[in-house]
Nanobody, 119 residues
Framework: RLVDSGGGLVHPGESLTLSCSGE????????VTWYRKTPGSTDEEAVA????????GYADSVKGRFTISRDDAENTVYLHITRVVLEDSAEYSC??????????????WGQGTHVHVSA
């Protein structure tokens, strides 16, 4: 499974780092995407991804402020958020997927971690 953590209350302009840790899964084998869902919305927005096919990428809404990184030794993928704005308030979840030669497509979701930005 995936365990998301690092959310909390932050103020505009501050920074924070979210973590997506693999428990029982080797995250280095997976493509990982961070999604967020804002309050009252039914849509998930992909904000940052690191995939074998597409490389590293970011949504236009976060480009320049969000950075995705991996630490294979810690079996963790991070989302570094800088210069937080009110619109960053959301539930953030990581999504990991891989193509297993025996099991086929394997996909996992983290449970989510909430970021609340308040002035």
């Amino acid at each position: 499974r995936l365990v998301d953590s690092g959310g909390g209350l932050v103020h505009p302009g501050e920074s924070l780092t979210l973590s997506c840790s693999g428990e029982g899964v080797e995250l280095s084998w997976y493509d990982v995407t961070w999604y967020r869902k804002t309050p009252g919305s039914t849509d998930e927005e992909a904000v940052a991804w690191e995939t074998t096919f597409s490389g590293t990428g970011y949504a236009d809404s976060v480009k320049g402020r969000f950075t995705i990184s991996r630490d294979d030794a810690e079996n963790t993928v991070y989302l570094h958020i800088t210069r937080v704005v009110l619109e960053d308030s959301a539930e953030y979840s990581c999504y990991a997927t891989t193509l297993n030669p025996l099991a086929g497509r394997v996909s996992l979701w983290g449970q989510g971690t909430h970021v609340h930005v308040s002035a």
